[in-house]
């Protein structure tokens, strides 16, 4: 079934990039990218050097800088954009895309001025196609490399979820079905807040007692806001909560991690920015999530340390100061 489908992806970045090259092994596959030199890059060389740079891609893979392209001619549209370009993305392929086709998000982050997730973002722009994400602890370049990984693809219908599955999967990329779209999309959005505040504790000379209390309580207060938005408590505990808390907050390739050790180091967030290339979901999404967490009243201690040092300028030893200052009550209870 998967062979008869035609792809189109969104997104010549790390990740979009990198889905592309899986999914073309599976299908025929044609990626979009803003870059005429990307682009020339993939189709000629089958490598995309500025964002992965030792990677060869799947040679059947087709890029163009032409939506009309990558969109008309689809079964199935994946999203690989940053989280605050997919409305605008999603708006611009309206002419092209066929009704009903599925689309699946890659985007792990909130749009900043809604604080909407990317699957409410694209059924506005784009009515009346299903919905998926694709989600877990899958570091680009770890794929890349040829290490094994494995993801959930969570979509509301079940048969749909289990067609495509046999789009994404390969030998090495193992590919879950989950039917909680909302909890894979919170907890792979929710883990890059947590990285930020890793990072910032391990650049402090967090130990491991430290780094393995700081990832538990975030897993917490991933469960507590996640679930309160409508996640499932057990999607959170799987591969697309857990498991990519774990990889996110653990990996040197993180780029929201590696935020957090800057910022730790003593940068301010206009300096680390400045010297990123690539996005780091987590800096823009923590001010839309501290906002839905006070607006519930629920508290989430590190996210709240996390906001005051990207947004209020607080310095990240302070973040540590805030976490110990209060009173340790019932592991059950926030703090
Ligand atoms: N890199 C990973 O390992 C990884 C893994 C899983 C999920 N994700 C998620 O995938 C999403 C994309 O991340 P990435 O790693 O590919 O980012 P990236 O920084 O590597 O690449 C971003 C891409 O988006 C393009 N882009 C930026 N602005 C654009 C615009 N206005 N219109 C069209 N394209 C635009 C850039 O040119 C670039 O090609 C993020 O939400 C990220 O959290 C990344
Ligand atoms: O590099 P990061 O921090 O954006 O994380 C990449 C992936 O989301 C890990 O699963």
New binding site residues.
Partial sequence: MARELKVGLL????????VASLVARNAPTTLW???ED?VAEINCDHTNRR?LPDARLTASLRATTELAEAVGGADVIVF????Q?TR??AAAIRPFIRPWVPIIS????FELSTGKRMTEVIGEELPGHPLGVL?GP????EIMSGLAAAAVLAMDDDVIVRELQDLFRTGLFRVYTNDDPVGAELG?ALK?IFAIATGMGDALGAGVNTRSALLTRSQAEMMRLGVALGARAETLMGLAGMGDLLATCTSP?S?NRTVGLELGSGKTIEQVLASM???A?GVKSVGPVWEMACARGIELPIVREVYAVVHEGAPATSAFRGLLSTAAGSEAEPG
């Fill in positions: 997104g010549g970045g790390s990740w979009g990039t990198t990218a803003r870059s990307t964002y690989g954009v940053p989280s370009v605008a993305t890659l985007a792990k982050g989600t899958n570091l680009a370049k792979g890059n390739q780029r290339s690539q996005v979901e």
